[in-house]
């Protein structure tokens, strides 16, 4: 696997900075933030009794469209697994605080968690242990706390910059999950890392294949659950034929492995067919809402990081490749990408 390098800083919710831009995230540079916080003692707490998460969960899992999947839920079960899983408190923080800030990924953080346990079930080995790692998927979008609420709450399309700034969410909550967890190797650091990886190679922010069984079904829950829900680039959500339709088509790409998908079919059938006995059909009859701008990118004005004024863009040579380059109109300085990055983060 490539050595990832941050494109942009980490920070903690109280705005320690952790990493600053430009740091390859080699096993020793880990190993080295996380001797900041060997002496550091957290307080473990009961998921199951922390504020009203549990009570949330159930109450989103019970209604549509998420009702179809679990309405043979168990409630008997998913309390004896959920009381055995603690996190630490500055993980629970990051609950309260997108519970305040940002409803939408608070809820989508409990739904993936409840979506991964049902999938599991039916995919992996009965393991208690396999399946309790599972609670990863409560904190894959952890390193959303290092993307400004104003990006995350964008309802026009999304310029260059803060795609890349929202992007940052994978490595920073990898970061960030290493350092509180004390362990880069952990499986909750891995799914914050992977989950926007793809089977194909298609993913980011490594773009390496997706091939942990667990870390792909918390990846294909994520995109599901997005899907379903309304957002503010999307005010009108997916109904549930085309949301499966769509992640079908992922499949058929390559994208996710078919079982995945077929399991995820099955569970929203009735009779709640074996996922390998499960047919999907090949029609498409559902419709995508009208009014989404997902994926769609805008040209911005670049500024220049020495006078603010506005610049020209250049293609240049170098090492047998194109290099882009700007030239401020006003002082004439030449940057390139790296010169704007620094800057990036500032304008938000």
Same mark, same amino acid.
Do not use: W
């Given at each position: 696997?490539?050595?990832?390098?941050?494109?942009?800083?980490?920070?903690?919710?109280?705005?320690?900075?952790?990493?600053?831009?430009?740091?390859?995230?080699?096993?020793?540079?880990?190993?080295?933030?996380?001797?900041?916080?060997?002496?550091?003692?957290?307080?473990?707490?009961?998921?199951?009794?922390?504020?009203?998460?549990?009570?949330?969960?159930?109450?989103?899992?019970?209604?549509?469209?998420?009702?179809?999947?679990?309405?043979?839920?168990? @409630? !008997?079960?998913?309390?004896?697994?959920?009381?055995?899983?603690?996190? &630490?408190?500055?993980?629970? !923080?990051?609950?309260?605080?997108?519970?305040?800030?940002?409803?939408?990924?608070?809820?989508?953080?409990?739904?993936?968690? #409840?979506?991964?346990?049902?999938?599991?079930? +039916?995919?992996?080995?009965?393991?208690?242990?396999?399946?309790?790692?599972?609670?990863?998927?409560?904190?894959?979008?952890?390193?959303?706390?290092? &993307?400004?609420?104003? /990006?995350?709450?964008?309802?026009?399309?999304?310029?260059?910059?803060?795609?890349?700034?929202?992007?940052?969410?994978?490595?920073? #909550?990898?970061?960030?999950?290493?350092?509180?967890?004390?362990?880069?190797?952990?499986?909750?650091?891995?799914?914050?890392?992977?989950?926007?990886?793809?089977?194909?190679?298609? #993913?980011?922010?490594?773009?390496?294949?997706?091939?942990?069984?667990?870390?792909?079904?918390?990846?294909?829950?994520?995109?599901?659950?997005?899907?379903?829900?309304?957002?503010? %680039?999307?005010?009108?959500?997916?109904?549930?034929?085309?949301?499966?339709?769509?992640?079908?088509?992922?499949?058929?790409?390559?994208?996710?492995?078919? !079982?995945?998908?077929?399991?995820?079919?099955?569970?929203?059938?009735? +009779?709640?067919?074996?996922?390998?006995?499960?047919? /999907?059909?090949?029609?498409?009859?559902?419709?995508?809402?009208?009014?989404?701008?997902?994926?769609?990118?805008? +040209?911005?004005? /670049?500024?220049?990081?020495?006078?603010?004024?506005?610049?020209?863009?250049?293609?240049?040579?170098?090492?047998?490749? @194109?290099?882009?380059?700007?030239?401020?109109?006003?002082?004439?300085?030449? %940057?390139?990408?790296? +010169?704007?990055?620094?800057?990036?983060?500032?304008?938000?």
């Amino acid at each position: 696997m490539k050595t990832p390098k941050l494109d942009y800083s980490v920070h903690t919710l109280d705005n320690q900075l952790l990493l600053p831009a430009g740091t390859e995230l080699t096993p020793e540079a880990l190993d080295e933030l996380i001797a900041t916080n060997k002496d550091a003692s957290y307080r473990s707490v009961s998921f199951l009794n922390y504020d009203t998460v549990y009570q949330d969960m159930l109450s989103i899992l019970q209604k549509p469209p998420y009702n179809v999947i679990f309405e043979r839920l168990d @409630e !008997e079960a998913i309390f004896a697994l959920t009381k055995k899983i603690r996190f &630490v408190q500055p993980v629970l !923080e990051f609950l309260d605080y997108f519970k305040e800030k940002d409803y939408y990924t608070y809820k989508h953080s409990l739904v993936v968690f #409840g979506l991964s346990i049902n999938l599991a079930q +039916d995919l992996l080995e009965k393991s208690a242990d396999r399946i309790m790692e599972l609670m990863a998927g409560t904190l894959h979008d952890f390193g959303k706390i290092c &993307v400004p609420l104003r /990006i995350l709450k964008k309802s026009n399309p999304l310029t260059r910059s803060s795609k890349n700034i929202l992007e940052h969410h994978a490595l920073a #909550g990898f970061v960030l999950l290493s350092y509180y967890l004390q362990d880069h190797q952990s499986f909750a650091a891995q799914v914050a890392r992977e989950h926007h990886e793809r089977k194909d190679n298609s #993913g980011y922010p490594l773009g390496i294949p997706l091939e942990d069984k667990m870390v792909e079904i918390i990846a294909a829950c994520d995109v599901y659950d997005a899907l379903l829900s309304p957002r503010p %680039f999307r005010p009108t959500p997916f109904d549930n034929r085309t949301a499966l339709e769509e992640i079908t088509e992922m499949a058929k790409k390559g994208k996710f492995s078919l !079982e995945v998908v077929q399991t995820l079919v099955s569970q929203n059938r009735k +009779d709640k067919p074996h996922f390998r006995d499960c047919e /999907i059909s090949s029609e498409k009859r559902g419709i995508p809402p009208p009014d989404s701008i997902y994926g769609v990118i805008v +040209d911005e004005e /670049i500024i220049c990081p020495n006078c603010h004024g506005s610049s020209i863009k250049r293609k240049t040579p170098k090492d047998e490749r @194109e290099q882009i380059r700007y030239e401020c109109r006003g002082c004439g300085k030449e %940057f390139d990408e790296d +010169d704007l990055k620094n800057i990036d983060m500032e304008k938000y």
